[in-house]
Nanobody
Framework: QVQLVESGGGLVQPGGSLRLSCAAS????????MNWYRQAPGKQRELAAA???????NYADSVKGRFTISRDNAKSTLYLQMNDLKPEDTAVYYC??????????????WGQGTQVTVSS
């Protein structure tokens, strides 16, 4: 019943921008830490950006200053604004929701992923 559906991926030239969206249903959205993970070909999945319920954010060094994560709790939607894209940003981007109780994970949900390709 829980669904996380990503959208907004595509092909873009280096230096371009994309905005990813993740529409959540079946969870109390405001209770979850929301994350964008990405997985490049031949590499492990990595955390690109995270945002807490009170809008505290964290970014991987590789995307800091270029990506902005945000959330709209009223719409149960997560966003990732990606600017100045580089070829190394090419990856499948996954929306993830984690719920913690006393720092223990009580929920962990994943979207299907959306492809971002940065190429000239």
């Amino acid at each position: 019943q829980v669904q996380l559906v990503e959208s907004g991926g595509g092909l873009v030239q280096p230096g371009g921008s994309l905005r990813l969206s993740c529409a959540a249903s079946g969870i109390i959205f405001s209770a979850y830490v929301m994350n964008w993970y990405r997985q490049a070909p031949g590499k492990q999945r990595e955390l690109a950006a995270a945002i807490t319920s009170d809008d505290t954010t964290n970014y991987a060094d590789s995307v800091k200053g270029r990506f902005t994560i945000s959330r709209d709790n009223a719409k149960s939607t997560l966003y990732l604004q990606m600017n100045d894209l580089k070829p190394e940003d090419t990856a499948v981007y996954y929306c993830n929701a984690k719920r913690f109780i006393n720092f223990n994970i009580r929920g962990d949900y994943w979207g299907q992923g959306t492809q971002v390709t940065v190429s000239s």
